[in-house]
């Protein structure tokens, strides 16, 4: 074990003790993947310890959210995916708090788990399901719980940066490995494989784009047709998991040289391959089977306001609530998909050193970030971090997405939006590759001109350094 694993084990000892001791207990968590598979984990923990609990989804922690919390009069709360950036918000209020996230702590505070706080990184070795997990152990006899937590690090795209899990996520990975309950194999790192048609994958590539086929419905079938390959059987689609070992590698092997072909740099096709992850207690063919298509699924209830649908999934529904999330699945779906053909329409404005549109009122502030992340499907200069806005209920809620390449000339968009929105009076923050920021309703203008000059700074300074 890790030291900061063990580090960890130990504060999570301490924050346990604590909620032992409470009778009314309140769960704070985020709307996103790894906010509700960390909801799940901590309710069922506490539901197993015969804990009273009750729970409240927020898109982000402010001072109003904290003054509404601070009038219930909780006992603990327990805050998690969150909170480690308002430590000193939380204490000023008198909320007995635990905080289990791994964001960049601000502030510090009595019972609080974060990987930050003990030699590891919050980004990409442990995500707040991870923490969260950690803390459920403490509580009781939970490790059935892992595969929630690595829902979550994928849901977060922890796995990204080196092309598998890493750190205090892959302890966790293992144990449940061990158990019988996870499963890691090298496969297509395409979107889908337990739940779309094969062509499906290919459409909506993104990473790395597949030039021709991203986008292009009619080439991926014409593609599959020159392979050989049979994609329909008994009148219905066949998907990846139904595809014979051979019929996958040549699918694979046509994939690489078509890359090849499209001059496609050999580390870009490399990740077309990679780590994914399989939950092998859940039935083969539904999107919980696969961490990537599971989280995806939360993603479409709590951005939509369903978040108790999500959590329910997550704590083991696969009646009522499952089917429901299914539909939402299939609305949050095409609303990615209208996202889209609405920034493909309007345009992606290049700048010097960012390029960005603004969606107005036109797609959900909730998933503005997912669709920014997409839209380098669209973007014809993937060089430049993509920069979205959308209208919020109070002020602009922006949302930036880079690329690993560019983390490597230096572009850090947690730093550049947390900076850049303070100086027009906003708030801002999030991780290297994918940040966030609330803005007021007239600066968008400053915010793009100064956001612009921040990132070419970045640039100029690595490209000094080395
Ligand atoms: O608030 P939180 O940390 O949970 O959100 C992380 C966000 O960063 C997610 O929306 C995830 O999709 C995004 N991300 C990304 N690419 C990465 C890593 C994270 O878009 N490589
Ligand atoms: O909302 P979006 O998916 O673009 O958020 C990307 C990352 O930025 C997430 O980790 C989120 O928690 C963070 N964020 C933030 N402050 C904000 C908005 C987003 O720290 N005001
Ligand atoms: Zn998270």
């Keep these: 074990m890790s030291l900061a694993m063990k580090a960890l084990q130990k504060e999570a000892g301490k924050c346990a003790d604590e909620i032992k001791k409470q009778k009314s207990i309140h769960v704070v968590s985020h709307i996103d993947a790894d906010g509700l598979t960390s909801a799940g984990i901590i309710c069922t923990a506490l539901e197993r310890g015969k804990f009273e609990y009750t729970t409240r989804f927020v898109k982000q922690l402010d001072e109003k959210v904290l003054d509404a919390i601070a009038d219930e009069n909780h006992d603990t709360v327990i805050f998690t995916d969150l909170g480690s950036g308002m430590c000193e918000l939380i204490k000023s209020r008198g909320i007995n708090a635990v905080i289990s996230d791994h964001h960049q702590p601000q502030g510090n505070i009595q019972f609080h788990i974060n990987p930050h706080l003990f030699g590891a990184n919050g980004s990409y070795e442990l995500s707040g399901s991870g923490s969260t997990y950690l803390l459920g152990l403490a509580l009781g006899k939970n490790n059935d719980l892992s595969p929630l937590a690595i829902v979550g690090a994928v849901g977060d795209m922890q796995h990204l940066k080196m092309g598998h899990l890493i750190g205090i996520n892959r302890e966790i990975l293992e144990a449940g490995v061990k158990k019988k309950i996870l499963q890691f194999k090298k496969d297509l790192t395409l979107f889908g494989k337990q ?272």
């Excluded at 870009?268 to 699924?297: C, H, N, P, Q």
């Design 195 to 466: 739940t779309r048609p094969i062509y499906k994958l290919f459409q909506y590539a993104s990473d790395p784009y597949l030039p021709g086929l991203t986008g292009n419905e009619e080439a991926c079938i014409e593609f599959l047709h020159s392979l050989n390959i049979r994609f329909s059987k008994d009148e219905r689609w066949r998907l990846w998991i139904d595809l014979e070992i051979p019929e996958k590698q040549k699918i694979v092997s046509g994939l690489i040289q078509y890359c090849l072909k499209s001059g496609i740099p050999s580390y870009k096709i490399e990740r077309l391959i990679g780590e994914v992850y399989v939950l092998l207690k859940e039935r083969e063919g539904t999107e919980m089977r696969d961490a990537s298509e599971f989280s995806t699924l939360l993603n479409a209830t709590a951005r939509y306001d369903h978040a108790e649908i999500g959590l329910s999934v997550c704590m083991g529904n696969r009646e009522k609530a499952y089917e429901f999330a299914r539909k939402l699945l299939a609305e949050h779906r095409q609303n990615l998909v209208n996202g889209l053909m609405y920034v493909k329409e309007k345009g992606v404005i290049q700048l010097e050193n960012i390029q960005y549109f603004d969606v107005g009122s036109e797609i959900k502030e909730t998933i503005v970030g997912i669709i920014a992340g997409m839209s380098s499907i669209l973007v014809e200069n993937r060089n430049l971090p993509i920069i979205a806005f959308a209208k919020a209920d109070e002020g602009v809620k922006v949302s930036g997405r880079a690329t690993q390449d560019l983390l490597r000339r230096g572009v850090n968009l947690a730093e550049a939006m947390s900076v850049v929105s303070a100086e027009v009076g906003g708030v801002g923050g999030g991780h290297d590759i994918a940040a966030g920021a609330t803005i007021p309703k007239s600066t968008t203008e400053e915010f793009t001109q100064k956001l612009d000059m921040f990132i070419g700074e970045q640039l100029r300074k690595k490209a000094h350094s080395t």
